[in-house]
């Protein structure tokens, strides 16, 4: 059974920085040859695909987030991170990973908030 944690959220100023990561279990998983992206719900909106990195770190960004976020990965650890930089009060959402375009059952996800 597959079991995805994400932690790292918070409530940041515009302009702010985060650092999100999610971790991986599970027996059957082969992290290191999945690849993983981080999503976003947002209120009253759908939920969106912002970063994916594949297993030879190809990477892809949405549009409103290039240039200030990066995804990166540590299979060892079966882990994934996003660096959020020069956050908006828009980048406002929960924050979920999971496996790209195959869906694994969602984590609980991190809050985050952009708010002065």
């Known amino acids: 059974q597959v079991q995805l944690v994400e932690s790292g959220g918070g409530l940041v100023q515009p302009g702010g920085s985060l650092r999100l990561s999610c971790a991986a279990s599970?027996?059957?998983?082969?992290?290191?040859?999945?690849?993983m992206g981080w999503y976003r719900q947002a209120p009253g909106k759908q939920r969106e695909l912002v970063a994916d990195i594949a297993s030879g770190n190809k990477i892809n960004y949405v549009d409103s987030v290039k240039g200030r976020f990066t995804i990166s990965r540590d299979n060892a650890k079966k882990t994934v991170y996003l660096q959020m930089n020069s956050l908006k009060p828009e980048d406002t959402a929960i924050y979920y990973c999971n496996r790209v375009p195959s869906l694994l059952p969602w984590g609980q996800g991190t809050q985050v908030t952009v708010s002065s």
């Open positions: 599970g027996s059957i998983f082969r992290f290191l040859t999945t690849t």
